[in-house]
Structures are given as structure tokens and as C-alpha cells.
């Protein structure tokens, strides 16, 4: 009986040192977590090769030589003034200069990120950010982040405004509310998007302090976010400016449109994870729901104040961001969504956090989650972090072997000869389609005028068909796709009087049928020129090159 007890006491004390190495576990995996996506920024560094389009807009903007010429080009592009500054300085400084320089900048962002992450969910209490790390950081659009795009800095700068908020409203010292008001004032001016983050963000805090019946509380984050609005008053301006031109853009947005959309964001190879990323938002609902039915203690008032800001702030920021977007009505693509993403996981994850506490089943679950959302995601991840970001700078490279001085290089759809303009080095003459001179930016103003014009393809087309007559060749980047047998193509009535009013894609499709028309009833050869690459290519910039010869009547 003795020997028993004995065994018995072994096995208890096992089950307890297990218990204990529970913390080291997680603390373990975190560690781990962060050095994974440490080197996943740095495979993004390594592969990311030349910048596409609208990094190219990006940088071309910030280094234009007066204020003057940067606030009217302003309207060209989709931020404020802090991501072209920050770009600006960092070329003065010699680092911006060639493509690798400005990709180090972005693999700064990209820690930039991880550490913000941290610091937000410490901020809020939770330990340590493992669903975050996994189901945020390591989702494949966060790679954008890394990016010349502004979207990365973006949502650094929300996850220190939710971070130094909070803990200004928990300790509303002069230096917190500074750091508070620093960072919010930095998180507006970097994205539009960001001010209706901040209302969200800003709101929760007062309606807590509300809730705590202190008026300081009340103030202090309504002051900071009328101050963040007073700041983004001038980007009216250039706001009414875009909106002279910027209907050819638009998109029949709606609510399910935006949700499909940020499924696509989070989870872009099926539905699991939007299945996930919903569960967790409602047992982060269930959490603070809890919360505020315990009876009032000093311990509850404390969590109370917190599920009241986190639960004010997760609800405001879904619907003040989904109305912005569909104000916007531009067709959303997934890093529209990644300063909420953060901000939503981090809530999230103290939600989850909650629940676990206290739990060792509830712990051992979550690392078991973690582990195994990781397994999941990672392929995605790594392929995301192999991707080049564009192929135009290869093309423009064997062009400068292929073609000659009488041949002609026709670029469509225009946009790509932003990416074309910058890296091609050769002689041979070559034009968009439609032709727009100005490929300092995508300058969406002149193509609203081209879609106005009767006709307004004369001009490449008889460029093209002079030099196909004269035996020359025309080098098509892009995409050329030859219509089917009998397939007449339509030729659309200047806008707005087309069926398709001023949509931008109905006329550059129909001006795309139109060329590929004409060169297959009279070239006699269309011949696509493969240039194999070993790692995939970002889908928003990858070109075709196509030649076309001979002419026939």
C-alpha cells in the first residue's frame, strides 16, 4: 500500500512539473514564432526583386523636386504625406536609391510590425501574441507589408496608436497622453484608412471613461481623435481634387463585396481560416460579454473597463472601416485590410487570452491551435515570401536584346509602362495603349479625357500597323488575347454614353478585343516568347511578351 501511495505521489508531482513547463512552452513557442517570420521578411528581401507599378508611383512621388509639384500630384495616389516623407528622407540619406536600398527600408517596416505587434498585446495584458504571430504576421498578404506601399507603416502605426491609448487611458500621465497623441497624429497621416481605426480606437476609450465616470477619460481620447481630425482636414482638398476623375474606378461595393474581399485577405486559399478567424471573434464577444455580467469587484471594474474599449472598438472599427470602403467603392484588394486585421487579432487575442487564464486545458488548447494554424499557413507563407513582386523589369531586359531600332514595343494595359518606363534601357520606340505620356504616376485623370475621344486608339494602331508593313516587328508587354473564330469585338461610344458608363476596365478590355482583332485578321505571326523563372510572380504585374510580324491584306 505504501509502494503505491508512493507511485501515486510520482505521478502528481510529473503532472505538476508538466504543469509548470506549460509557460516556458509558450514562451518557447513565441520565441520561435518571431525567428520563423524574422527569416520570412528576409526571404521576402532576398526574392522581392524590382519594384512594380505602384511602388514606382510611390517613389516617383516622394522624390519630386518641390513642394509645390508633390501637393498637385498628390491626388494621383492613395496617401498623406508621412510614407512619401519618410521615402524621401531615407533617399537623402543614401539609402533610396537603388531598388535593394529602398527594400531594406521595407523589411524595416516589416519588423516594425512584429515589434508593434508585441507591444500591443502586452499593452492590453496578454502575455504573449501567439495567435496573432500566427494568424496575423503570418498570413501571406502581410508580405505587402513589406512593401513600398504604405500599408505596412500603416498598420505599425495603429498597433502603437491601440497600444499607447490604451495605456494612456490606464495611466493618464502627461507622457502617455503625449505618446498618444504622437502616435495617433503619425497613424492618420500615413493612411486614409487609418482615421476610421482612430475614431474606433478613440471612441472606445471615451465610452470607457464614461463608463468609469471620469471625465478626464472622456476628454482625453476625444481631444487626441479632434485632434487627428483636424490634422487630416487639408487631404480634402486633394480628396475633391481625385474625385474629378477617380468615378472610372469605381466598383459596385457593397457589404458582401467587402466581406468576400477580407475572407480573400485573411485566408487566401480557402475557407478554413475565415471559419477560424469567426469563432475566435465570437468567443472574444462570449469573453468580455462575461466580463461585464460578474458582479463588481476592484479586480472586475478593472477587466470591465477593458471589455468595454476592446468590445466598443472591435464593433466601431468593422463598421466605420466597411462604411470607408464603401465610400471608396474601388475594387478592394486584400492589404486594404490589414491595419484592421491587426487590430482585430489583437483584441482578439486578449479575448482568447481571458478565457485561458486559469485554464491549463484552455493553454495546452491554444498551443495546440497555434502549432497547428501554423502547419497550415505556412506554405502559403513561404511561397508568398518567394514571390517577385514583377517580371516587367525581365522582359524590358530581353527586349533590349530582341528588338531594334524600327521595331516598336506597344505596352498595354498602359499601367505596365510605369514598371517598363523605369527599367527599360534599350532604343526601339515604344508607346501604351492607349498612349499616355505621363508615367511618372498612373495617371488616371488622362485616361478618364483618352475614354472620352472618338477613336482614341488611331494613333497606336497606325503606329502599329506602319511598322508591321514595313517588315518590322511590334513587341507586345502585357496581354494580348486573340479573339475566338467569328468573334467581332465592340467598339465602344465615348463615356459616358457606352453602356458601360465610365468604367475603366470595360474600356480597356474592349480596346485590348479591338487590337487583338485587327493584328489576327492581318499579321501573319503571333508568337508568345517564354522566359521561365523559378519562383512565382505577383499576379497584379505579370506580363506576357508577345511578337507579332509580317502583314497581310
Known amino acids: 500500500m505504501i509502494s503505491h501511495k508512493s507511485d501515486r505521489a510520482k505521478k502528481v508531482d510529473i503532472a505538476l512539473n508538466n504543469l509548470k513547463m506549460i509557460p516556458w512552452i509558450e514562451v518557447g513557442l513565441a520565441v520561435a514564432l518571431t525567428l520563423i517570420l524574422v527569416i520570412l521578411h528576409f526571404v521576402i528581401l532576398r526574392y522581392s526583386g524590382s519594384l512594380w507599378r505602384d511602388e514606382i508611383c510611390i517613389v516617383n512621388l516622394s522624390n519630386l523636386p518641390s513642394i509645390t509639384q508633390f501637393w498637385e500630384m498628390l491626388p494621383s495616389d492613395s496617401y498623406p504625406v508621412l510614407w512619401y516623407s519618410l521615402l524621401k528622407v531615407w533617399t537623402l540619406i543614401g539609402f533610396g536609391g537603388t531598388d535593394f536600398g529602398l527594400r531594406v527600408l521595407g523589411i524595416i517596416v516589416g519588423f516594425g510590425i512584429l515589434g508593434s505587434l508585441w507591444y500591443a498585446t502586452r499593452s492590453l495584458g496578454t502575455r504573449l501574441p501567439l495567435i496573432s504571430l500566427a494568424l496575423f504576421a503570418m498570413c501571406p498578404v502581410i508580405s505587402i507589408g513589406d512593401n513600398m506601399k504604405a500599408y505596412g507603416m500603416g498598420t505599425l502605426l495603429i498597433l502603437l496608436s491601440f497600444g499607447t491609448t490604451w495605456r494612456a487611458f490606464q495611466n493618464p500621465t502627461p507622457w502617455r497622453i503625449i505618446a498618444s497623441s504622437i502616435s495617433v497624429l503619425l497613424s492618420v497621416q500615413c493612411l486614409y484608412h487609418n482615421s476610421f481605426l482612430i475614431l474606433a480606437i478613440c471612441s472606445g476609450a471615451a465610452v470607457a471613461g464614461i463608463y468609469r465616470r471620469d471625465w478626464k477619460l472622456v476628454i482625453f481620447p476625444l481631444g487626441v481623435g479632434l485632434l487627428a481630425a483636424i490634422s487630416v482636414l487639408p487631404y480634402f482638398e486633394v480628396v475633391s481634387r481625385r474625385r474629378d476623375w477617380d468615378i472610372i474606378m469605381h466598383a459596385p461595393v457593397?457589404?458582401?463585396?467587402?466581406?468576400?474581399?477580407?475572407?480573400?485577405?485573411?485566408?487566401?486559399?480557402?475557407?478554413?481560416?475565415?471559419?477560424?478567424?469567426?469563432?475566435?471573434?465570437?468567443?472574444?464577444?462570449?469573453?468580455?460579454?462575461?466580463?461585464?455580467?460578474?458582479?463588481?469587484?476592484?479586480?472586475?471594474?478593472?477587466?470591465?473597463?477593458?471589455?468595454?474599449?476592446?468590445?466598443?472598438?472591435?464593433?466601431?472599427?468593422?463598421?466605420?472601416?466597411?462604411?470607408?470602403?464603401?465610400?471608396?467603392?474601388?475594387?478592394?484588394?486584400?492589404?486594404?485590410?490589414?491595419?484592421?486585421?491587426?487590430?482585430?487579432?489583437?483584441?482578439?487575442?486578449?479575448?482568447?487570452?481571458?478565457?485561458?487564464?486559469?485554464?491549463?486545458?484552455?493553454?495546452?488548447?491554444?498551443?495546440?491551435?497555434?502549432?497547428?494554424?501554423?502547419?497550415?499557413?505556412?506554405?502559403?507563407?513561404?511561397?508568398?515570401?518567394?514571390?517577385?513582386?514583377?517580371?516587367?523589369?525581365?522582359?524590358?531586359?530581353?527586349?533590349?536584346?530582341?528588338?531594334?531600332?524600327?521595331?516598336?514595343?506597344?505596352?498595354?494595359?498602359?499601367?505596365?509602362?510605369?514598371?517598363?518606363?523605369?527599367?527599360?534601357?534599350?532604343?526601339?520606340?515604344?508607346?501604351?495603349?492607349?498612349?499616355?505620356?505621363?508615367?511618372?504616376?498612373?495617371?488616371?485623370?488622362?485616361?478618364?479625357?483618352?475614354?472620352?475621344?472618338?477613336?482614341?486608339?488611331?494613333?497606336?494602331?497606325?503606329?502599329?500597323?506602319?511598322?508591321?508593313?514595313?517588315?518590322?516587328?511590334?513587341?507586345?508587354?502585357?496581354?494580348?488575347?486573340?479573339?475566338?473564330?467569328?468573334?467581332?469585338?465592340?467598339?465602344?461610344?465615348?463615356?459616358?454614353?457606352?453602356?458601360?458608363?465610365?468604367?475603366?476596365?470595360?474600356?480597356?478590355?474592349?480596346?485590348?478585343?479591338?487590337?487583338?482583332?485587327?493584328?489576327?485578321?492581318?499579321?501573319?505571326?503571333?508568337?508568345?516568347?517564354?522566359?521561365?523563372?523559378?519562383?512565382?510572380?505577383?499576379?497584379?504585374?505579370?506580363?506576357?511578351?508577345?511578337?507579332?510580324?509580317?502583314?497581310?491584306?
Open 254 to 553: 457593397d457589404v458582401f463585396w467587402i466581406i468576400n474581399k477580407f475572407q480573400q485577405a485573411i485566408d487566401p486559399s480557402g475557407i478554413l481560416l475565415s471559419w477560424i478567424w469567426i469563432l475566435l471573434a465570437l468567443i472574444t464577444v462570449i469573453s468580455f460579454i462575461i466580463i461585464l455580467a460578474k458582479p463588481v469587484s476592484d479586480h472586475v471594474e478593472y477587466q470591465r473597463d477593458m471589455a468595454i474599449f476592446l468590445l466598443t472598438t472591435m464593433l466601431l472599427s468593422i463598421v466605420a472601416y466597411m462604411a470607408f470602403l464603401k465610400i471608396l467603392s474601388y475594387p478592394t484588394q486584400g492589404w486594404y485590410f490589414l491595419p484592421l486585421m491587426a487590430m482585430l487579432i489583437v483584441i482578439i487575442e486578449k479575448g482568447v487570452d481571458i478565457l485561458c487564464k486559469g485554464s491549463i486545458a484552455g493553454r495546452i488548447i491554444r498551443i495546440v491551435f497555434v502549432i497547428g494554424i501554423v502547419l497550415f499557413i505556412f506554405t502559403d507563407s513561404w511561397t508568398a515570401a518567394h514571390t517577385r513582386t514583377t517580371n516587367i523589369d525581365l522582359l524590358a531586359a530581353k527586349l533590349e536584346t530582341l528588338s531594334d531600332e524600327n521595331d516598336l514595343i506597344v505596352i498595354r494595359p498602359f499601367y505596365y509602362g510605369i514598371t517598363f518606363n523605369r527599367y527599360y534601357k534599350g532604343s526601339t520606340p515604344w508607346i501604351t495603349l492607349p498612349e499616355i505620356n505621363d508615367l511618372s504616376a498612373t495617371r488616371q485623370d488622362i485616361l478618364k479625357l483618352i475614354m472620352t475621344q472618338n477613336d482614341p486608339l488611331r494613333p497606336s494602331m497606325q503606329k502599329i500597323i506602319k511598322t508591321l508593313q514595313n517588315g518590322h516587328r511590334v513587341w507586345f508587354v502585357g496581354s494580348l488575347k486573340l479573339p475566338r473564330p467569328g468573334e467581332i469585338p465592340i467598339i465602344l461610344s465615348p463615356a459616358p454614353h457606352s453602356p458601360y458608363g465610365w468604367s475603366e476596365v470595360a474600356y480597356q478590355i474592349a480596346w485590348s478585343r479591338q487590337t487583338a482583332y485587327i493584328l489576327q485578321s492581318h499579321a501573319m505571326f503571333i508568337k508568345k516568347i517564354n522566359i521561365p523563372l523559378s519562383e512565382p510572380v505577383f499576379k497584379f504585374e505579370n506580363a506576357e511578351l508577345v511578337e507579332v510580324s509580317g502583314w497581310r491584306y
